[in-house]
């Protein structure tokens, strides 16, 4: 079974760009969430899907940022217009939401680097 | 003050030796705690959970939770260098990370 992909691996735009970042979750994951980590820091969470509904997204930074997922599969993190300290690697994780306690499963990140 | 505190590291032993990773957290409503292991440019990779206070043992691994003083610990036995990654404690639904340990066994 495939894990979690996520796409691009890394991208290196400048400042005031727009990047897209994509995550696949695991087939038949309702949950998926977002998370963010910035050099010298530790991993910190963004977002959270049930299925195609925003559950939580106390953690996004500012209204630069716009997550989305279609039809409760594929999300997309969109970075509008991008700022230097958005530089960092963005995680994508999903779970089955089968029980009191589900393992979240890691993508293997996208590393942006805003110039 | 941050809600996870975990010392950064880095850490280095020698190979066989028994290792001591641990954590402080604030929050006194987390329930799950996790250890996950993290090797370069990988994504984090569940270790072990424990759920409230106690003890929970995974061959190599130990994992210890103590609610009364917020504080949990890993340990590692008969460290190997294939356990050399970085070591991340995590807490809550919404997973509350610590900053994570740069652990290296040297044989």
């Known amino acids: 079974e495939a894990g979690v992909t996520q796409f691009p691996s890394h991208s290196v735009i400048e400042k005031g760009q727009t990047v897209t970042l994509r995550c696949d979750p695991i087939s038949g994951h309702d949950n998926l969430y977002w998370y963010r980590r910035v050099m010298g820091k530790e991993i910190k969470f963004l977002l959270h899907?049930?299925?195609?509904?925003?559950?939580?997204e106390s953690g996004m930074p500012n209204n630069r940022f716009l997550a989305e997922r279609t039809g409760g599969t594929y999300s997309t993190l969109k970075v509008q217009p991008a700022e230097l300290e958005d530089s960092g690697v963005y995680f994508c994780?999903?779970?089955?939401?089968?029980?009191?306690?589900?393992?979240?499963?890691f993508g293997p990140g996208t590393r942006l680097t805003v110039l | 003050q941050k809600e996870v505190e975990q010392d950064p590291g880095p850490l280095s032993v020698p190979e066989g030796a028994i290792v001591s990773l641990n954590c402080t957290y604030s929050n006194s409503a987390f329930q799950y705690f996790m250890w996950y292991r993290q090797y370069s440019r990988k994504g984090p990779e569940l270790l072990m959970y424990?759920?409230?206070?106690g003890n929970k043992e995974d061959g190599r691994f130990t994992a210890q939770v103590d609610k009364s003083s917020k504080y949990i610990s890993l340990f590692i036995r008969d460290s190997q260098p294939s356990d050399s990654a970085t070591y991340l404690c995590?807490?809550?639904?919404?997973?509350?990370f610590g900053q994570g340990t740069r652990l290296t066994i040297n044989p």
């Open positions: 424990t759920y409230s206070s």
């Open positions: 899907f049930v299925k195609e509904s925003k559950q939580d």
């Open positions: 994780a999903s779970d089955a939401a089968s029980g009191p306690y589900n393992e979240q499963f």
């Open positions: 995590a807490m809550g639904g919404k997973l509350v």
